[in-house]
């Protein structure tokens, strides 16, 4: 394949170029295969999610709206469509009680999903279908939240995978990162994989994972363990050291019985952990585990928004995946919890640690314009987040790609106005077009 006279972006500005490309890679030179016309074009790199969810941007796209759209006009139109189950993401606070009296008569499965995804409420009907006691709270935190997908079934998740996929192709994503082994069958899930448009660093999230199958499935691999060590703080369930001013609580922590277990397994197996941490005493403790355990390979610290001084030097011995977007969206909740460093991203950059980009879609959206304008915001460069946002992320998976060069995987976009500001056109993955609008 050949790509003519785009302006092609070089990690600094944009120069006027041909590519070449042979087998999925970029190559000196090459007068074989299709030709691309990309005059007057602008050629970026594709972008690297570092962590998100396919499966759960797609659902995002299929079910409702909380921030778009109210329970009562849900409600209607359930009752004039066929639809057997709701599902809703994105409050922040719960709707009124006569709302949610409303979603206990309804005698089909109700579930509201908070923004973070790491608490829901269920109705009653729901709350009986997974074995709950008619006297237990309607909320559900963390793992509870794990016995309602497996209602969905397969076919819904697949639909959703599909949509996750062009949502983030539409925005000039190539890689994602992702976390989707919940309530999806363990086949299907392979078989999504294998089949994907898009480049997937699949974290399987598992306690057990020596039950699993970890290699490569076309394009994509299932390459590393997900694990979780806390919630979140809009929930107030990150785990803290110093306790929430609202509530007098500390969060909760939620690392599996089995973690010692869980990384001597992966340490054998040189497969990478991805750990959820966002608050400093969750962050506290799991390093404190890996230094026990005494791990030689750099696994992932996910999230990161609240570290203790004495850990932060600690961080040059992991990968970090990052939101600088978080810390604006979380302004209005720093006032509940007290702290030693939060969100400390340009301070990682500075002390050259290994940090990606990442939106963690759906809870935020799937644009990596969305948090490259928030990276400005916090201090980092167009060059620096451009890097943190494809080649870097690329490199903490262990492929070679993000980077228009000789050797990397010809994954990229085209497009016809600025690309920090437009969608593309179209975009490649593997040196193959899966997108163009």
Not at 273 to 278: E, G, K, Q, W, Y
Request: glycine share 8%.
């Amino acid at each position: 394949m050949i790509v003519k006279n785009g302006y092609v972006w070089n990690g600094t500005i944009f120069e006027k170029k041909n590519l070449y490309i042979e087998n999925g890679r970029f190559v000196p030179y090459s007068d074989t295969g299709p030709v691309v016309d990309a005059t007057g074009l602008f050629v970026m790199p594709g972008w690297v999610d570092s962590h998100a969810h396919i499966i759960g941007t797609g659902m995002k796209v299929l079910t409702h709206d909380l921030t778009k759209e109210n329970l009562f006009d849900i409600f209607k139109k359930v009752r004039e469509s066929s639809e057997n189950f709701i599902i809703a993401r994105g409050w922040e606070s719960l709707p009124e009680q006569q709302i949610l009296d409303k979603a206990n008569e309804l005698k089909i499965p109700v579930l509201l999903v908070r923004k973070c995804g790491h608490v829901a409420w269920i109705n009653n009907y729901l709350k009986e279908k997974i074995g709950k006691r008619k006297d237990e709270n309607n909320l559900l935190f963390e793992k509870e939240i794990e016995k309602v997908w497996n209602f969905l079934g397969d076919e819904f998740f697949s639909k959703a995978f599909e949509k996750g996929q062009e949502e983030f192709l539409r925005h000039g994503v190539t890689q994602v990162h992702s976390d989707d082994f919940h309530g999806v069958g363990f086949e299907m899930l392979k078989k999504l994989l294998k089949n994907s448009k898009i480049r997937i660093f699949e974290k399987l999230y598992t306690y057990e994972p020596w039950n699993y199958e970890f290699g490569e499935f076309g394009i994509s691999k299932i390459g590393g363990i997900k694990l979780f060590a806390d919630g979140s703080l809009g929930g107030r369930t990150a785990w803290m050291v110093y306790p929430y001013k609202d509530t007098g609580g500390f969060g909760i922590n939620t690392l599996p019985d089995n973690f010692d277990e869980v990384v001597k397994f992966s340490e054998q197996r040189h497969i990478q952990l991805n750990i959820h941490v966002i608050g400093d005493r969750a962050l506290a403790e799991v390093l404190g585990r890996l230094e026990k355990n005494k791990v030689r390979l750099r696994h992932r610290l996910i999230h990161l928004q609240f570290v203790l001084k004495n850990d932060f030097p600690k961080l040059r011995n992991f990968y970090l995946s990052i939101q600088p977007h978080f810390y604006f969206e979380d302004i209005p909740l720093l006032d509940n919890v007290s702290f030693e460093l939060a969100y400390p991203f340009l301070q990682m950059h500075k002390s050259g640690y290994m940090i990606a980009f990442s939106t963690d879609s759906p809870v935020s959206p799937a644009d990596p314009k969305y948090v490259l304008e928030h990276a400005f915001k916090m201090g980092f460069t167009r060059e620096d987040a451009v890097y943190y946002y494809t080649e870097a992320g690329s490199k903490i998976a262990g492929y070679q790609c993000g980077k228009i060069d000789i050797g990397y995987c010809a994954d990229f976009a085209l497009y016809d106005n600025d690309p920090f500001e437009e969608n593309p056109v179209a975009v490649f993955v593997n040196g193959e077009e899966v997108m163009r609008r």
